[in-house]
């Protein structure tokens, strides 16, 4: 324990003797980040065994969210200001003869997601201890997170992610928690007296190792759990050879088959492939996570019966739905529950959350494969969809016709965006124009069957770690202004727009923006070699490649800057950076080429000695969340323009916005709520409703050809995609990008919106010009930014959907 600088110092220098056997000044950064992190880590236990006791005690309910991704980033700066000793150790460090930053960056970088849909989860675990409310994480313990990303010659290279390879100092594996989990085999039904018994024979079974890591509340004393489970054999290999009769060679083939379930995160966030390990690895967790959840439950209860007032699961995305019928197979085959009472049972526990309107990220499974692996679970599965099917045809007759669309099993798949809507008592989407196309569209006959599960919960941010912990200046200027209440209550940022007009306010506000540039210009010349002008705009697109995030406008933009530079020699331009950071899914090649693209034109343009004065082109490669935390502060113009209609939320947009971006944006997500907030006069909104889009979607009417004929402007560009504009700097063709606009008709109306998002980029630039306005628009998106906390998310969530309150454990 330590709770002033000089007894941290005295305890570190005995700890580090004690775990290195050798004094300090003889030690390696790496071996002091391992003394400070285990340090760190008993500070927080006897917290962590106390907030267990105070929730059981209390009988509180509590959440335990499954995810088949948790986007974690570091946590030692975020722990250490969670205790409340970041000065002194900063400090003490210092003393020592240590950097702080340098330690914290040796930390392998937890990278278990690959975008918003993990991040999101890490921000609700941030949120659900800082509110002191009882909520977990469930996932797996990956070996391997999201790859590492390399541009070679502007092509992306995956490496792996080894960030086990030193150890995770916040894990603790917890082997008394282990729990089986069967796969494939044959069911035996068994009649014993009047009672059907159904008897699972498996063919394959797997050990679950959970490592629990501490999730630590915001200064209150709360430390929850983050369970991820580890894939191992449940026999000791003495004991499979034995049993097996198999030589050594089938034993370590043995091994690695298990561990191969949880091995790999898989790096695409839209769709699914591997399939059966991935089925296997969403079986596996949320087996794992279920059977650990009703052995504590049942240390205190007897009755399952009233399961639902104790615990709530909720359900990340279509991956973890296996969980409703894995928990009504659990109810009546393992505790002898008949089928009503169970799913009355399965459906209190149960909600979920939709996450994208993207057909191929709608999970649907081949029915033979869930009956080969998961055979039991399966005859679940079908007769929760003949019961389904039953209620239909009896009490909604006039959806008869819709059948193949609302059922949950039909042309041999499995539905399992249906299956949980049924199976649940919760289904939100994650921003309101996200919810209502839900219900018009993708589920509108199973929203006129269940209007009152259908709700709204806009997605949010931890302000903690994407402003008070990313942005130290911006947080001192805010505390400055309004004092520190904004900690703990983030809608207390709106007191900034009594300042918003404050000259001198304005002024401090620019100041710190500068001087997070010069940093963001420093980070990105020791990154790419490249030299930025600190007082050009930053405008910045970082997220996943896709083709409907739409880098591509943005990139053909800039390609257009390029051929008017070159075309006009008055030409002249508000200085821009144009920053990117972006993986591509590995087998994704359109989108791999989008940012063959990008790098195409960073040679370019960054090479030419006139256009380099206007623009420059900054591609960082492997974006990822500690990458993340240092691009927000220094970025003037956030880029979210998503084709309308397809971008669920975002979360990006919400870092930006409150570390005072402007944003330029389509009506689409929570851009639409980011504008109701902040207003038209501080964001650059352009191109078509969603409204209009979905239009053309549904009755055509759109033709990218007309657009490139019709303007000049457009064709000059596309053409230049493919007329060897890039030859002086390597054959650079785009034909696929190409072709994609004019063979293949512009799917996501890059083309359409082109003109208007031209005109929206000249808007920003003479805003920009005038520091003062550009100031206080800056000003009012920090003061708005309040309500995408994710404290305000989790606060509904925990009232509506899940019913849990918090539990104080001081
Ligand atoms: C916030 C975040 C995302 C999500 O960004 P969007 O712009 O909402 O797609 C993805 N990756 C990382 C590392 C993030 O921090």
């Not at 991935?278 to 650990?292: E, N, P």
Request: proline share 3%.
């Amino acid at each position: 324990m330590f709770t002033d600088k000089q007894s941290f110092v005295d305890a570190f220098k005995e700890r580090f003797i004690a775990l290195n056997g050798k004094s300090i000044e003889d030690g390696t950064e790496q071996e002091v980040y391992q003394t400070l992190a285990t340090m760190v880590r008993e500070q927080a236990m006897p917290k962590w065994i106390h907030t267990r006791d105070r929730q059981e005690e209390k009988h509180s309910k509590q959440v335990i969210y499954f995810s088949l991704e948790f986007l974690l980033g570091r946590f030692l700066y975020n722990n250490l200001l969670s205790l409340d000793v970041l000065e002194l150790v900063r400090d003490g460090l210092q003393d020592l003869g240590y950097d702080f930053t340098d330690i914290t960056e040796l930390e392998p970088e937890p990278g278990l997601g690959n975008g918003g849909l993990g991040r999101l989860a890490a921000c609700f675990l941030d949120s659900l201890a800082a509110l002191s409310l009882p909520g977990h994480g469930n996932g797996i313990r990956y070996r391997y997170g999201l790859f590492k990303q390399k541009i070679v010659d502007g092509y992306q290279v995956e490496l792996p992610d080894n960030w086990l390879r030193d150890g995770n100092m916040w894990e603790t594996r917890r082997q008394d928690k282990a729990v089986e989990i069967n796969f494939g085999g044959w069911i035996e039904m068994k009649q014993i007296g009047d009672r059907l018994r159904v008897v699972h024979h498996p063919d394959e079974v797997v050990l679950a190792v959970p490592y629990d890591m501490p999730i630590i509340g915001y200064q209150n004393d709360v430390v929850n759990t983050l369970r991820l489970w580890n894939a191992e054999s449940p026999l000791d290999d003495e004991a499979y050879l034995e049993k097996t009769k198999g030589t050594y060679k089938d034993l370590l083939k043995h091994k690695q088959s298990i561990a191969t379930i949880s091995e790999f995160l898989y790096p695409d966030d839209t769709t699914y492939e591997g399939k059966v390990l991935r089925l296997k690895q969403q079986y596996f967790f949320v087996s794992a996570g279920i059977q650990s959840m009703l052995a504590s439950y049942l240390k205190r209860n007897k009755s399952l019966k009233q399961l639902g007032d104790h615990y709530a699961i909720h359900i990340n995305d279509t991956h973890p739905v296996v969980a409703i019928p894995e928990l009504m197979r659990i109810l009546m085959d393992e505790h002898g529950y008949g089928w009503d009472e169970a799913w009355r049972i399965t459906k209190s526990v149960m909600s979920f959350t939709n996450h994208t309107l993207l057909a191929e990220a709608l999970e649907k499974w081949p029915v033979e494969m869930y009956q080969r692996l998961l055979p039991r679970v399966y005859q679940i599965i079908e007769e929760i969809n003949r019961r389904f099917c039953r209620d239909v045809l009896v009490n909604y007759p006039h959806l008869e016709s819709h059948m193949g669309e609302i059922a949950i099993v039909s042309n041999e798949q499995i539905n399992m965006a249906n299956l949980a809507v049924v199976g649940s008592h919760s289904t939100n989407g994650v921003a309101q124009i996200h919810t209502d196309i839900l219900k018009q569209r993708e589920m509108r006959y199973l929203y006129e069957m269940f209007p009152l599960r259908f709700n709204n919960k806009t997605n949010g941010i931890t302000h903690r770690r994407w402003l008070l912990k990313s942005n130290p200046r911006l947080s001192d200027a805010i505390t400055e202004a309004i004092g520190p209440s904004w900690v703990e209550h983030p809608n207390d940022l709106e007191k900034l727009m009594d300042v918003s007009k404050d000259r001198s306010f304005q002024e401090r506000v620019m100041d710190v923006k500068q001087q997070n540039k010069l940093d963001l210009a420093a980070y990105i010349q020791e990154e790419t070699g490249e030299k930025v002008d600190p007082h050009s705009i930053f405008d910045v697109q970082v997220k996943r490649l896709h083709a409907y995030k739409r880098q591509l406008l943005n990139a053909l933009h800039i390609h257009a800057l390029y051929l008017k530079i070159q075309a006009d020699p008055t030409f002249t331009m508000v200085p821009r950076t144009f920053i990117f950071g972006a993986k591509a899914a590995p087998g994704y090649y359109y989108a791999k080429e989008i940012i063959r693209y990008i790098n195409a034109l960073a040679t370019l343009i960054n090479k030419d000695k006139r256009a380099s004065q206007f623009i420059k082109v900054i591609f960082l490669e492997n974006y990822r969340v500690s990458m993340a935390e240092r691009i927000f502060p220094g970025s003037d113009l956030s880029e979210q323009i998503s084709t309308a209609s397809y971008e669920a939320s975002g979360t990006g947009n919400m870092k930006f916005m409150m570390n005072g971006a402007l944003t330029i944006g389509t009506l689409d997500g929570a851009n639409i709520e980011i504008r109701d907030a902040v207003g038209d006069d501080h964001i650059f909104i352009f191109g078509l409703s969603p409204q209009e889009v979905m239009n053309y979607k549904k009755f055509g009417g759109y033709h990218a050809a007309e657009m490139y004929h019709a303007h000049q402007e457009i064709k000059d560009v596309v053409d230049g995609l493919v007329n060897g504009t890039f030859d002086k700097v390597g054959e650079y063709q785009f034909q696929s990008i190409f072709d994609s606009l004019l063979v293949y008709n512009d799917d996501f109306l890059v083309l359409k919106d082109f003109v208007s998002y031209m005109r929206a980029q000249r808007r920003v630039d003479e805003v920009f010009s005038d520091q003062a306005r550009w100031a206080e628009s800056s000003i009012v998106n920090t003061a708005k930014s309040g309500i995408f906390s994710s404290d305000r998310t989790i606060t509904e969530y925990a009232n509506a959907v899940w019913n849990i309150k918090p539990t104080s454990v001081k």
